[in-house]
């Protein structure tokens, strides 16, 4: 149990464009979903924590409207990166957590972002 | 924002030795932490957490808390080539997980 997908695994775009990644949670409720991002030989940094129906609170330095965040149901949650540039390439996951059940964060396999 | 540090190693143990990896956290107000499991290019899997101070095993890991002292440890019985991978320690702040910058472990056949 408790699996989050994340879609998709990789992609690469323009310099400019937009580029939206989802995540999925497949077989539990996720009252709250995190977004973190990951570069090369670094720690985790967490972006933003979401809450199902409300606005994403945004971790300092990160721009939130460069990267919009929307937790629409409880299972799904997306992370659109606007006018993207080569700086934003990335290795982005997301993780979920149930109310409750210990603050355990159950992570997706990421989603591996090349902006040319 | 408080820390959550880590030795960056790499840390290179031969086969069937005990890993031991090492964590320091500056809140002394922090519960619970976390040890996640991270292959290149993959997402951390959990390998455990722990809320009390002492030792808590969980087949060949077992992870130690001391919260006066701040410190948070991993230790691997029987190491194994596919125990290689960096371990990220994590502090969980009000819901939210901080990561240490993660420790190298390389186990040698």
């Known amino acids: 149990g408790a699996v989050v997908s994340q879609h998709p695994s990789w992609v690469i775009c323009k310099s400019g464009t937009s580029v939206k990644i989802e995540c999925r949670s497949l077989d539990f409720q996720a009252t709250t979903m995190f977004w973190y991002r990951q570069f090369p030989k670094q720690s985790l940094m967490l972006m933003a924590t979401?809450?199902?129906?409300?606005?994403?609170?945004?971790e300092q330095g990160v721009e939130k409207d460069k990267f919009l965040i929307n937790h629409a149901s409880l299972t799904l949650s997306t992370l659109t990166v606007t006018s993207a540039h080569p700086e934003d390439s990335s290795f982005y996951i997301c993780?979920?957590?149930?109310?409750?059940?210990?603050?355990?964060?159950?992570f997706g396999p990421g989603t591996r972002l090349t902006v040319l | 924002q408080k820390e959550v540090e880590q030795n960056s190693g790499p840390l290179s143990v031969p086969e069937g030795a005990i890993a031991s990896l090492n964590c320091t956290y500056s809140d002394r107000g922090s519960q619970s932490f976390f040890w996640y499991r991270q292959y290149s290019g993959k997402s951390p899997e959990l390998i455990m957490f722990?809320?009390?101070?002492g030792d808590k095993e969980d087949g060949r890991f077992t992870a130690q808390l001391n919260k006066a002292s701040q410190y948070v440890s991993l230790l691997i019985r029987d190491s194994q080539p596919s125990d290689s991978a960096t371990y990220l320690c994590a502090e969980n702040q009000g819901g939210k997980l901080i990561f240490g910058q993660g420790t190298e472990l390389s186990v040698k056949p």
């Open positions: 993780s979920a957590s149930q109310a409750g059940v210990g603050n355990e964060q159950f």
């Open positions: 722990i809320y009390s101070n």
């Open positions: 979401s809450n199902e129906g409300s606005k994403a609170t945004y």
